[in-house]
C-alpha cells in the first residue's frame, strides 16, 4: 500500500519558518517525481515545487522563489518543504504528492498570522 | 500559465443520471511527446483529492467504470455515466504539460 504521511505545519507569524515533512513507504520514492501542492479556499489548488528523481533538479511556482526549498533524501524515503519568510498568503493546507498526484498525503494546515 | 476553465462550477445531479464536466484549457495541452497529460481528481470534504483519470481517458486503479475522460487539444470532459451518492464533492482537472502545473477552479456536484 503507498502511503506519504505527513508532518509539520502549524501557525507561524509572517516572517517567520516552517519546515514540512512527507515520509513515504509501498513505493520505489528514488525513481519518483515528488511534489508539493497547496489548497486554499480562495486560490483553490496550486502546485508549489516538485523534485527530480535524484534531486538533482527543482521547479518551483514564481510565488514561492526564493523562499521554499524542496528536498529529498532518498535513503530515508521523505521528502521536505522548508518554507522561510512565510507571508499571510502563504496559508493553506499543504499535500505531499507523487508523480503526476497520483497519491496525495492527508494533507497538513500552515497559517501565517500574527 | 496555463489557464483550465472549468464548467459548470456547480452541478446538481439527480441519483442514476448522467453528469458532465467541461475542462477548457487556454493552450493545447500536447506535450513534446505528443501525450497529453490531463488528470481528473476528485475531493470529497474534509478528505485529500483523489486521481480519477490521467492522460485525459486512463482511469486509476480503483476508480469505477462509470467515471470516462475524453478529449483533446484544449478541450476536455470528464462523464459520469449515473451518479452515486459517493460522487459528492469537488471535480479538478489539472495539467502537467506546461510549467507552472495547474488546476481547474474546481466543480461542484451535489446530489439534488
Known amino acids: 500500500e503507498v502511503l506519504l504521511v505527513q508532518s509539520g505545519g502549524g501557525l507561524v507569524q509572517p516572517g517567520g519558518s516552517l519546515r514540512l515533512s512527507c515520509a513515504v513507504s509501498?513505493?520505489?520514492?528514488?525513481?519518483?517525481?515528488m511534489n508539493w501542492v497547496r489548497q486554499t479556499p480562495g486560490k483553490g489548488l496550486e502546485w508549489v515545487a516538485n523534485?527530480?528523481?535524484?534531486?538533482?533538479?527543482?521547479y518551483y511556482v514564481d510565488s514561492v522563489k526564493g523562499r521554499f526549498t524542496i528536498s529529498r533524501d532518498n535513503a530515508k524515503n521523505s521528502l521536505h518543504l522548508q518554507m522561510n519568510s512565510l507571508r499571510d498568503e502563504d496559508t493553506a493546507v499543504y499535500y505531499c504528492?507523487?508523480?503526476?498526484?497520483?497519491?496525495w498525503g492527508q494533507g497538513t494546515l500552515v497559517t501565517v498570522s500574527s | 500559465d496555463v489557464v483550465l476553465t472549468q464548467s459548470p462550477l456547480s452541478l446538481p445531479v439527480t441519483l442514476g443520471q448522467p453528469a458532465s464536466i467541461s475542462c477548457r484549457s487556454s493552450?493545447?495541452?500536447?506535450?513534446?511527446?505528443?501525450?497529453?497529460?490531463l488528470g481528473w481528481f476528485h475531493q470529497r470534504p474534509g478528505q485529500s483529492p483523489r486521481r480519477l483519470i490521467s492522460?485525459?481517458?486512463n482511469r486509476d486503479s480503483g476508480v469505477p467504470d462509470r467515471f470516462s475522460g475524453s478529449g483533446s487539444g484544449t478541450d476536455f470532459t470528464l462523464k459520469i455515466s449515473r451518479v452515486e451518492a459517493e460522487d459528492v464533492g469537488v471535480y479538478y482537472c489539472?495539467?502537467?504539460?506546461?510549467?507552472?502545473?495547474?488546476f481547474g477552479q474546481g466543480t461542484k456536484v451535489e446530489i439534488k
Open positions: 504528492t507523487r508523480d503526476r498526484l497520483s497519491h
Open positions: 509501498g513505493f520505489t520514492f528514488s525513481d519518483s517525481w
Open positions: 523534485i527530480k528523481p535524484d534531486g538533482s533538479d527543482k
Open positions: 493552450q493545447s495541452l500536447v506535450d513534446s511527446d505528443g501525450d497529453t497529460p
Open positions: 492522460e485525459v481517458s
Open positions: 489539472m495539467q502537467v504539460t506546461h510549467w507552472p502545473h495547474t
